[in-house]
């Protein structure tokens, strides 16, 4: 007899350890996200501490909608304005050199 242990034991006690320890990194794993966000002043430790993170991201996601807005219209009121300029320098053109009396 061999001192090998089949695989399929091996693989059976794998699945055995891996779900008694699931839980516990689970609970490490959400300890240590939280101790990360309280580090970076996000408090998560209560229900409604959780509302307000939720509300200010919320918030802050509204601002950042609102600034793309402003600038995609300013984008397109430049871009107005430097074709409309192009336009009049051409009929300009079109005025000095073909239409001349």
């Known amino acids: ?26 609970i490490v794993v959400r300890d240590v996200f939280r101790e990360e966000l309280h580090a970076i002043g996000l408090r998560a430790a209560s229900a409604d501490e959780v509302d307000q993170a939720r509300e200010d ?24 304005v430097l074709v409309g300029a192009m ?7 079109v005025r000095v050199h073909v239409l001349r009396p």
Not at 2 to 12: F, L, R
Request: net charge neutral; charged share 30%; proline share 2%.
């Open 57 to 80: 991201f919320r918030a802050l996601r509204r601002w950042r909608l609102a600034m793309d807005g402003i600038a995609s219209k300013i984008g397109y009121t430049v871009i107005t």
């Open 87 to 93: 336009l009049i320098v051409a009929w300009a053109g």
């Open 1 to 26: 007899m061999t001192d090998e242990v089949p695989a399929a034991i091996i693989e059976s006690i794998r699945r055995d350890v891996i779900e008694e320890l699931k839980d516990d990194f689970r």
